[in-house]
């Protein structure tokens, strides 16, 4: 009896601890450089939501919204789909293209 006992006896599993993803840090006001980064590249963009945006210029969610209004009302770029949680913008074709 003794033999069949011992072969239970394996070590317990070790859990890992999780992959840890580093904290973004955000811009959360418009400083010089993002805005003017802001108006003379998001024209050119295809496809503009607000995570373009907090991907490509480093800022915050809020503050992404608030400039794709902005930029909306002074017609540079035009509204696609504007549904509650996502809108969808693209830039706005002028009549000489």
């Known amino acids: 009896m003794a033999p069949a006992a011992t072969g239970g006896k394996k070590q317990k599993k070790k ?8 904290k973004a840090q955000h811009a959360v006001i418009l400083d010089k450089a993002t805005s003017d980064r802001l108006y003379k590249d998001v024209q050119s963009y295809r496809l503009i939501t607000v995570a373009v945006l907090v991907d490509r210029l480093k800022i915050n969610g809020s503050v992404a ?3 794709l209004a902005e930029l909306e ?21 002028t009549a000489a293209e």
């Open 73 to 93: 009302e002074k017609g540079q770029i035009k509204k696609v789909v504007g549904h509650s949680k996502l809108s969808i913008y693209t830039r706005a074709v």
């Open 15 to 22: 859990w890992s601890k999780g992959k840890v993803k580093d």
């Open 65 to 67: 919204r608030r400039a």
